[in-house]
């Protein structure tokens, strides 16, 4: 009759441990919640950052220039060979082209500024397109052509920002010394420009004094040798501080090396400013105007970066400029980046070498490691006896799973190439070499998707008299396929990702074609990445991002497709 | 010599010992079992009932540490012998099992799948033969008959269960097991059951294992009481429940420990 009291404290007892239970529990869910939160900044983080690099390279600009294709260049006899064809000076038609639309330009060094507009490999295809149709010769043809990469950057405006601003002042223009035009107009015409001007100068100079002081920072800790030498140079850019200061207040400017270009176009022409003062600015022709009268409406084009540090010199974007204006350069979607294959020259390289090599190596792989995964997790999982031998294959399957990838692919040079002296940098090699490196993965889901199947299916199926081979066959595989096929599909996902094996069996050579067979000089899509990703120029960046992002994509879709798979034969009992 | 083989037993087992690993689970079983009749396994959980019934179809010969010693006869043929092949052996020794567990696949399938195998029909329209008099007998005919194609695992559990009766008799088996059957189906479900396995009895031997004693009293003609690995008692059913030669069978009954 004691025994009533007891039921009362745990209750009490209960009561009084709830809130903390709670709380707990809604500690956990708060920290579940800033993981996941968490883990999409991140994803949304690097999808954005690529996104945004990689945006601009499924655009590009291309010309659109009249092109004659002069007989005299291709095929001066008249042969209609195509052998003799082939051999035309086709870079002199599209040069010839170029020059056509500016006959101003004279001089060789200008000459060769000039064509670098276009890359010497469009002759290829300028070629390719004359030997399909010989009918072509003689007549005028549009020159499609991309632009050249560093001019593509700038018309971008991933070089330097093109700041334009229309003006519709009345100028005047004067003639003076050779290539020298000045412009005149009311005072205050080109305040605007100068106080941009003197701002930057004063920014510069800011700049400047910024470096003196963190030098002079340094120089307590300095040896005296060195602190003698950093005076020095602080003393330097302290005078060169002052004079850009004071150079920024004169009354007229003259622009020097390490100021802004001042492009002004007016009448089809463009003219650098040297001089500017309120009511007159003096400057170099860039492309000549078509007359002298007086003018009425004009343009200035502002680039901030100055010439000397960049690769696109003021003339060569003053062209540009001139070509868009004339219609002659459009911006469309960048083919060429999905229909080629790998190239020197950014404005021509594309990922279909890489997408299809790529693809040959994963169907190797495919064929290599799926049938020998699930065959080996089938007999492992329900015909291998369970004793010393067994285990100590599975413990090596599980270490196979870990070990780095670079390893196989070592394996691969070694036995692949060295000893079976298979064909190097071939998708058959790389599907190997990768399947060596997915089979482990295979063989693990595999497993675990067979053992999850109830053992009622295999007492139901022996228990009608089915065999072994026909239980697991009629019954249990088809029930474990969902988990084989993830698995399956996730081990070829990460090879489809997989770059260090197949640096190692030469799949990182420059290769230019898109590969015909699986024993066809080949690389993959990573490792196209990793290409460009260590090429110099600028203009890779942004293909470099691209590429990824294509990547990506193909890695949703096989993943899409596994979770599409498993849904599908997802049955239950 | 006719007289004797229809009197003799369907299964006879002599001397049966099973262990596994180390562990005896059978103690010198020896029991004879007559065919066309029902008879019913009792006895605590762990005694050894079910181990017993899945020896009569070699179904421990899955398990790997599993050893069966002693002679287990089916129409006085060793099914231990070398030349047995358990598949054959389990055609004519169907088995029914305690959770309902069909295929899945279609109704039709799940009937079909053993004479499939088996190679029991020559075309489509013997094995649908086959389906339709398996689930008449089943006594599911009824009510599947417009839902053939219809996923075998969608029916109910006690539909579910005839299914896989009807499965089992598709191969047409000479003896059926059956362990606990009705153990996770409600009592009209039960109760279809014991009716159907009253049905069959006119054909097969019945061996069944069950953990309700009215079960056993309403639906077999024989029992057998194992306790501890042993097989404690067996005879008619009547004697069994009403006069038991055992104390341990006595107190089992009477629900003294169990």
Redesign the interface.
């Known amino acids: 009759m004691t025994e009533p009291v007891k039921p009362l404290s745990t209750k009490v007892r209960i009561a009084a441990s709830l809130p903390r239970r709670y709380r707990a529990e809604q500690r956990f869910r708060l920290y579940g919640r800033a993981a996941i939160v968490l883990a999409i900044s991140a994803l949304a983080l690097l999808l954005f950052s690529v996104g945004a690099q990689g945006f601009s390279a499924f655009s590009i600009y291309r010309f659109n220039l009249p092109l004659h294709l002069d007989a005299k260049l291709i095929d001066p006899k008249g042969t209609e060979d195509p052998a003799i064809i082939a051999k035309g000076r086709y870079r002199k038609l599209i040069q010839q082209a170029l020059s056509d639309a500016f006959p101003d330009v004279r001089s060789r060094k200008d000459k060769r500024q000039l064509y670098a507009l276009s890359t010497g490999l469009n002759s290829v295809s300028l070629r390719n397109r004359v030997v399909e149709d010989p009918s072509l010769i003689g007549t005028a043809i549009r020159y499609t052509a991309p632009l050249s990469d560093d001019l593509d950057l700038y018309l971008k405006g991933e070089i330097t920002q093109r700041h334009f601003t229309n003006e519709a002042t009345p100028l005047t223009i004067d003639q003076g010394p050779a290539k020298i035009l000045t412009l005149s107009g009311s005072p205050d015409t080109f305040s605007a420009i100068m106080d941009q001007l003197r701002r930057s100068r004063h920014k510069a100079a800011t700049r400047l004094d910024a470096q003196a002081a963190k030098l002079r920072e340094n120089l307590q800790t300095a040896t005296a040798e060195v602190a003698k030498i950093q005076t020095t140079r602080i003393e330097e850019l302290a005078t060169k501080a002052d004079t850009m200061r004071k150079d920024a207040n004169a009354a007229t400017l003259t622009l020097g090396a390490n100021d802004p270009s001042i492009l002004l176009g007016f009448h089809k022409g463009f003219i650098k400013a040297t001089e500017i003062s309120p009511h007159s600015l003096s400057g170099k022709v860039l492309r000549p105007p078509t007359s002298m009268q007086d003018v009425q409406n004009w343009r200035v084009l502002r680039l901030d970066l100055p010439e000397r540090a960049r690769r696109v010199s003021d003339q060569q974007a003053v062209w540009a400029e001139s070509l868009l204006q004339a219609g002659f350069l459009k911006r469309s979607f960048n083919a060429v980046f999905f229909t080629n294959a790998d190239s020197r020259e950014p404005e021509l390289a594309g990922i279909a070498g890489a997408m299809v090599g790529s693809i040959l190596t994963l169907l190797a792989t495919m064929l290599a490691a799926v049938p020998i995964g699930i065959l080996a997790a089938i007999y492992l999982e329900e015909f291998a006896p369970k004793n010393r031998l067994t285990d100590f294959i599975e413990v090596n399957i599980n270490n196979l799973a870990a070990v780095p990838s670079i390893i196989f692919g070592l394996l691969g040079l070694a036995v692949f190439l060295n000893m079976f002296h298979m064909p190097r940098s071939a998708p058959l090699v790389g599907g190997l070499v990768l399947a060596l490196m997915t089979l482990p993965v295979i063989i693990i889901a595999s497993r675990a998707a067979i053992k999850a199947v109830p053992p009622s299916i295999r007492e139901a199926a022996l228990g009608v008299g089915a065999s072994k081979t026909q239980t697991v066959f009629d019954h249990v595989l088809p029930l474990a396929a969902p988990g084989i096929l993830t698995g399956t599909i996730i081990g070829l996902a990460r090879a489809l990702g997989e770059t260090a094996p197949l640096l190692m069996i030469g799949m990182v050579a420059f290769i230019a074609d898109i590969p015909k067979s699986l024993s066809s000089p080949a690389t993959a899509m990573p490792v196209q990445i990793y290409l460009w990703a260590s090429s110099a120029e600028r203009s890779w960046e942004s293909r470099t991002a691209a590429a990824i992002i294509i990547l990506l994509l193909l890695m949703i879709v096989l993943n899409l497709t596994a979770v599409f798979l498993r849904h599908k034969f997802e049955r239950r009992w | 010599m006719q007289a004797k083989a229809s009197s003799a037993p369907k299964v006879r087992a002599r001397n049966v010992n099973v262990f596994y690993g180390s562990k005896q689970a059978l103690f010198d079983v020896n029991l004879d079992i007559p065919d066309c009749s029902v008879t019913s396994f009792i006895g605590p959980s762990g005694c050894g009932k079910s181990t017993f019934l899945r020896c009569i179809?070699r179904?421990n010969d899955?398990i790997?540490i599993c050893r069966v010693e002693g002679d287990i006869h089916l129409d006085g043929l060793d099914i231990y012998a070398r030349d047995v092949d358990p598949?054959?052996l389990?055609?004519s020794v169907?088995?029914?099992?305690q959770?309902p567990?069909?295929?899945?696949k279609s109704i039709y399938d799940n009937v079909a799948?053993?004479p499939r195998?088996?190679g029991l029909a020559s075309n489509t329209d013997e094995l649908d033969g086959i389906v339709e008099t398996s689930l008449k007998r089943a006594g599911l005919w009824d009510e599947v008959a417009d839902r053939l194609d219809e996923?075998g695992?969608g029916l109910s559990g006690g539909q579910q269960q005839r299914l896989?009766i009807a499965?089992?008799i598709?191969?047409r088996p000479e003896v059926i097991l059956m362990d606990e059957p009705c153990s996770a189906l409600d009592p009209i479900a039960t109760a279809k059951i014991e009716e159907l396995i009253d049905d069959l009895r006119a054909h097969y031997c019945i061996i069944m294992v069950t953990h309700s004693m009215a079960q056993a009293a309403r639906v077999s003609q024989n029992t057998a009481f194992f306790h501890l690995g042993k097989l404690v008692e067996a005879g008619p059913t009547e004697q069994i429940f009403t006069n038991p030669n055992d104390t341990r069978t006595q107190d089992y009954i009477t629900g003294r420990f169990g």
């Open positions: 179809n179904m899955t790997d598949v054959i389990r055609a169907g088995m029914v099992f959770k567990n069909p295929f899945p799948y053993g195998i088996h996923p695992t896989v499965r089992a598709a191969v």
